[in-house]
């Protein structure tokens, strides 16, 4: 049985065919933004579904903010806890940056995504690789990834962690927290700055939306 | 000129490396002026769809020339078209040893998920830039997709046909693996999305998928630009 997500816009048009083509469709969630337009959309799919005999929720997200809809997406599709072989994402409607973290979530978590090609109307899977994105970090990496995420805010201002605090709070020595402290770094997903007040330090941040590989909201 | 006159010319020195904002562009010229500001560059592409043509006659206009900036085409209507123009644009500064920053916005919907795909499967820096805020996407920078296939399942991809199935027994003949070893690695690639495995004429038979097929010309046992 297969459950189907989709972005929508202000028409269900481009996510109907991925709910007709299909005879096996459990359950259906479409995210889409608060614009009347996009909400009535979401009705639609709802009496549709509702024929179909289909369960059906929506979930309003912000449409032009990537991070936080791709955050709302996710904690979505891990709430419900499907397989990734039995779920169909259709990330065509609704605005770009809404298409944008609805492929973001695909490719992180590792699910089946297709789209409406704009001509013909038919459904086109996505050449994406079903796996999880995220597990491509080592569980010691994402360890720390998670530590200076949830501690970067602490203490008073420039924000930011420390290798040292890494080593207290992980129990770990020090050419390990450098080891994997410089793997994320030329990940492109840490950065690492002077502090400000104390040039000896070097003060650790993640960007945004790595949030997304340790399933976090932003 | 050849390509270390170009950068004398240009006062970055022969060894300096060039680098390269490929950005997606709209009509609205706006969004592109934001990812100008953002991202520091020594030349820019600009990945076009038809009707931003014109757009992009006014960008090479700007830049004071085509030495600075490039248009490439693309339908703006198929992802998957799209993705494989773009495939190359960045295969070719990765081996000539550009720095590239990718911004994933603007552009069409087709164009931006190829954009995102692109990301993902090269590892290559890339921002959303929009108006208001610059996200970094969290793409693991020097990442590829064939990182992420084992040193078995890249020899079989290369052992496959690019368009036709080939029978299971077929491969395990030319790797010289048994059976359960071509099966085994099979279910591996298939459960990654890069094959299918199928029965034709009664027999158990394996073909790539469209992203397994791209892997194997260019990074499972090929040549592969991106990694030199």
Redesign the interface.
Known sequence: MTTIYGTLGFTPDKFLPTLRQRSDVEAACCFHDDHPDSVEAAREVARYCKDLGVDYASVQVDA????DAAGAMQAEVRDRGPEAADLVFN??GGT??L??AA??VC??EGL?AV?V???TGRE????????R?DR??TEAERRVLRFIAEHEGEGPDPPGTTQADIRAGLELSKPTVSHHVGKLV????VEEAPDPDDGRRKLLTV????R??LGEPA | MDEGEEREESGTGEDATVRILVSLLTDDLDDLHRARRTVAYDRLVLVAHPAAREAAKRVVELERGDDVVRVVEVGG????DD?AAMREVLAGHRAAGDEVTLN??G?T??T??AA??LA?ETGV?TL?V?EG?T?????????R?E??VSTEGRTLLAALHPEQPRSLDDVAAQLGWSRPAVERTCRGLE????VALRIVEGRAAVEP???GR?LRAHGAGGADPASS
Not at chain 1, 64 to 67: C, G, H, I, R, S
């Open positions: 032009f903010d990537l991070v990330v065509t770009k940056v298409s944008a492929i973001l490719i992180l089946r789209y090609h704009e001509e086109v899977p996505l050449p994406l690789l079903t796996v994105y491509v970090l030329d990940h492109g997903v960007i945004p939306s790595a997304l590989l | 209507r198929d992802a998957r993705l994933a916005a552009g919907p087709a931006v998920t995102i795909l993902f820096r959303f929009q805020r996200e970094r996407l969290p793409v693991l920078e020097g990442v997709v990182d992420r459960r990654k999305g890069l998928t469209g992203v791209w």
